[in-house]
């Protein structure tokens, strides 16, 4: 059964560094979105994109994250100047096409920023 | 946008007990409705869904029924098993239009002991 990859499972960095999560989504999806939680919170949702753009984005999701399709499987988060809030597991998802509301996730990636 | 309720946990039931998770949401309209199951170590997956009204999501012996006079969302299981031992989210999607970004519960950890 297809499934969403995420490299790598453990990402520590120090505070102020720049890290690129790294996601493969399932290869007939359209639509990627990243989510992350906090250690002990709930899952909170960051970005969509879709067709090479970003549909929507949360507060959370300022100048310092970004997000990018580089080639046709891979959609990477960007982190430009990691602070210890960002510590979390970041989750990417995707979804297949308009009109189907399924998002199926990746196993996560933890973040730690020291 | 959507808020959602969810019952605090931990619950920890012996084997075989009967489960209700409960939740209740706020929403514009009648969004689609999730539960996303998290095992230990592992990111989140898709348990079950429904879409509208009085539809019920079932899956492996877990059942949910779109309420929207009550807009809950519960989740049941007649007899649990030591391997349903995780933390579950009830996830409504966001109700504004065109947007699937979901909105999660706080997570209800259950431990089913033997």
């Known amino acids: 059964e297809p499934e969403v990859t995420q490299t790598p499972s453990h990402q520590v960095t120090q505070m102020g560094q720049e890290v690129i999560l790294r996601c493969v989504p399932i290869?007939?999806?359209?639509?990627f979105y990243w989510y992350r939680q906090i250690l002990g919170q709930k899952v909170e949702f960051l970005v969509s994109f879709y067709n090479n753009e970003i549909s929507e984005k949360s507060e959370i999701f300022d100048d310092q994250f970004s997000v990018e399709r580089p080639d046709g499987s891979n959609f990477t988060l960007k982190i430009r100047s990691t602070k210890l809030e960002d510590s979390a597991m970041y989750f990417c998802?995707?979804?297949?096409?308009?009109?189907?509301?399924?998002?199926?996730f990746g196993p996560g990636t933890r973040l730690t920023v020291l | 946008g959507n808020s959602v309720t969810q019952m605090e946990g931990p619950v920890t039931l012996s084997e075989e007990a009967f489960l209700t998770i409960n939740c209740t949401y706020t929403a514009t309209g009648y969004p689609s409705l999730f539960w996303y199951v998290q095992y230990p170590g592992e990111g989140l997956q898709l348990l079950l869904k429904?879409?509208?009204?009085?539809d019920k999501g079932s899956n492996k012996g877990f059942e949910a029924t779109y309420r929207k006079e009550t807009t809950s969302f519960h989740l049941e299981k007649g007899s649990v098993q030591v391997s349903d031992s995780a933390v579950y989210f009830c996830?409504?999607?966001?109700?504004?239009?065109?947007?699937?970004?979901?909105?999660f519960g706080k997570g209800t950890k259950l431990s089913v002991i033997p």
């Open positions: 290869s007939n999806h359209l639509y």
């Open positions: 998802a995707s979804r297949q096409r308009g009109g189907t509301d399924t998002q199926y």
């Open positions: 996830a409504p999607r966001h109700s504004g239009a065109g947007s699937y970004q979901l909105t």
């Open positions: 429904a879409t509208k009204a009085d």
